[in-house]
């Protein structure tokens, strides 16, 4: 069993940053790879990015390229999730989530935190 917990969540203003961080934790060996995921009210689950033990990122909706960069500390069995320029259509609840498979492999995705709110006023 895998455990995750989000943090860094909030209220922000359109065009403000926010750094989230997913702590892993428990029976990880071999769950390396870490995404981010969300889901704003109404609307389906969103692939936001991936990355892979070894650092290699890949990003998933095109709303985000350019604006959000995933990061990884593999000492601290931490992922990060910055993200800048953000806008009203970002607010959602952001999960991180873990896999054994590569990152853009979204069935590999089996143990799930229970999310951060992010929030971006316009």
């Known amino acids: 069993q895998v455990q995750l917990v989000e943090a860094g969540g909030g209220l922000v203003q359109a065009g403000g940053s926010l750094r989230l961080s997913c702590v892993a934790s428990?029976?990880?060996?071999?769950?390396?790879?870490m995404g981010w995921f969300r889901q704003a009210p109404g609307k389906e689950r969103e692939f936001v990015g991936g990355?892979?033990?070894?650092?290699?990122?890949?990003n998933g909706a095109d709303s985000v390229k350019g604006r959000f960069t995933i990061s990884r500390d593999n000492a601290k069995n931490t992922v990060y999730l910055q993200m800048n320029a953000l806008k009203p259509e970002d607010t959602a609840l952001y999960y991180c989530?873990?896999?054994?498979?590569?990152?853009?492999?979204?069935?590999?995705?089996?143990?799930w935190g229970l999310g951060t709110q992010v929030t971006v006023a316009s």
């Open positions: 989530a873990t896999s054994n498979r590569g990152p853009t492999e979204l069935r590999g995705y089996i143990y």
């Open positions: 428990g029976s990880i060996l071999g769950y390396y790879t």
């Open positions: 990355i892979s033990i070894a650092g290699a990122s890949a």
